[in-house]
């Protein structure tokens, strides 16, 4: 019995610490919101290696290959787990999503959220339309004919 719960030891120690070796084999890095082109008329991406976002060591690099097992949309900010990238390979194997958010989305929430402090600090001027008020305005175009 003894002899049994040494091996079933041993394997599960031996089993992580090749998960583990297998684990430290990959990087993170994070792609930009905005894809741009390059002179060759290219698809690029803005690719930053390391996780924290508050990161301003590490600059924001163009790449202009190919990821493999990931879709990438536009206006979504990534940060991805990948295995060790070779820049000769021009592929990026995606081994999973850490997270993502919509920049753009969140961008234009902090710029209505500037109109409105700006439209409190200066009542003369029109309020902020976020919006909301598209059917009011609809309609009465309407009646105006």
């Not at 998960?19 to 994070?30: C, N």
């Not at 900010?77 to 820049?87: D, V």
Request: aromatic residues 18%; positive net charge.
């Amino acid at each position: 019995m003894r002899g049994l719960f040494l091996i079933l030891f041993w394997g599960f120690f031996g089993f992580s610490v090749v998960a583990a070796q297998e684990e430290d084999q990959g990087e993170f890095i994070r792609v930009s919101h905005e894809p741009f082109y390059n002179q060759r008329n290219q698809l690029c991406y803005r690719i930053k290696y390391g996780y924290d976002f508050r990161d301003t060591i590490n600059k924001w690099q163009p790449y202009c290959g190919k990821f493999e097992n990931f879709i990438y949309r536009q206006g979504y900010e990534y940060t991805l787990w990948i295995e060790k990238f070779e820049p000769q390979s021009g592929v990026i194997r995606v081994v999973r999503i850490v997270s993502y958010n919509n920049y753009a989305a969140y961008k234009k929430e902090l710029e209505l959220i500037r109109k409105r402090e700006e439209a409190k600090k200066n009542p003369k001027k029109k309020p902020v339309d976020d919006g909301s008020n598209y059917k009011n305005i609809l309609y009465n175009k309407n009646r105006r004919k």
